[in-house]
């Protein structure tokens, strides 16, 4: 079954392996994600994630964003036969064709913009598609949806409903709707979500958050948000993360498996209906007691689904066409 991902944090794990010392063979490594393995897991578009951690202030976050996108398109140049980039839709129809992967550039924290659309217009330029307003910090554009803003206490924590988009975010959304870049809001604030609901008129989506009814965890969806992205046209990713998809008293009990990962399937259908889910793994930004090893193992999901008596057409929805039908009115 072929697979689009809509999130990983792959290239923060080259960079933060580079900084080590470290060279990864992207064919082939200890990550999640690398050519053998989603060749394996029948992958046909990754959304590749430039993520950066506000928090370590000796870094400047937009250099921190390009020195991921540097390693994202080294890779590209060095496996020009296997996998390639992917700017509009031509770019993916042209790599189907060819029995090539595509990879998508997207961007998890908007602070890496530093508050100017110059930079936001030139990502653009570099291919990036995607893009969150924040990550965990609050940023020039918006806050995200911890209470209080601070890492360490992601979890558990209450939503944020007062914090939202602030009026620098207002002009990004605006020229992100106007570039074709889609709005992602996984990690904003509950605030800010219908700030985004309530100030974009095209599909916006959540690339990796689950349902907040079967796991309470603040990243994940509530029945009002799934209904708002569905009535838009736009998709929410399973996320994998054993936090965003087990109901425990703490994070270290949680448990990520198919079984929960269908759960949340099952609950996000019954609320906003089978076009509004895709897959969003969150793959080499998560770890702790994770079924999944690699995103080799995404026939795991399929097998569940179809024990599940989800059909055919149903499964591909979930794991492709979905994605697919919001890329196509962005790309």
Request: proline share 3%.
């Amino acid at each position: 079954m072929k697979v689009v991902d809509l999130h990983c944090d792959t290239l923060n794990e080259l960079r933060y392996a580079r900084k080590r010392g470290e060279e990864l063979n992207f064919t082939n490594n200890k990550l999640h994600i690398d050519i053998n393995k989603m060749k394996q897991g029948d992958y046909m578009l990754q959304c590749f994630a430039a993520f950066i951690n506000l928090v370590h202030k000796e870094e400047n976050p937009l250099v921190t964003a390009l020195e991921e996108m540097d390693i994202f398109f080294q890779f590209m140049a060095a496996h020009p036969n296997e996998i390639a980039q992917v700017k509009t839709w031509e770019d993916l129809e042209r790599n189907r064709r060819e029995g090539l992967i595509s990879a998508l550039l997207t961007v998890e924290e908007g602070g890496c913009c530093l508050g100017n659309l110059s930079v936001l217009r030139i990502l653009h330029q570099l291919g990036v598609r995607i893009m969150t307003l924040t990550w965990n910090h609050e940023n020039e554009l918006a806050y995200p949806n911890t209470v209080p803003v601070d890492c360490a206490q992601v979890y558990p924590c209450g939503p944020n409903t007062t914090l939202g988009v602030k009026e620098k975010g207002f002009e990004f959304l605006a020229e992100m709707e106007k570039l074709g870049i889609l709005v992602d809001v996984s990690h904003l604030s509950d605030a800010g979500f219908w700030d985004v609901y309530n100030h974009t008129t095209k599909p916006f989506i959540a690339s990796h958050s689950n349902a907040r009814a079967k796991s309470s965890h603040v990243r994940n969806l509530t029945d009002d948000m799934i209904r708002a992205i569905a009535e838009r046209g736009g998709v929410t990713g399973i996320n994998y993360c054993a936090g965003f998809l087990d109901e425990q008293d703490c994070p270290e009990k949680c448990m990520s498996n198919v079984k929960l990962m269908v759960d949340h399937i099952d609950h996000i259908q019954k609320v906003g209906g089978l076009d509004m889910i895709a897959l969003g793994s969150d793959f080499d930004g998560i770890e702790n007691n994770l079924q999944f090893k690699s995103c080799a193992d995404l026939p795991l999901l399929e097998a569940e689904l179809r024990r599940r008596h989800y059909s055919e057409d149903a499964i591909e929805k979930i794991f492709h066409k979905n994605a697919l039908r919001v890329l196509r009115e962005v790309l």
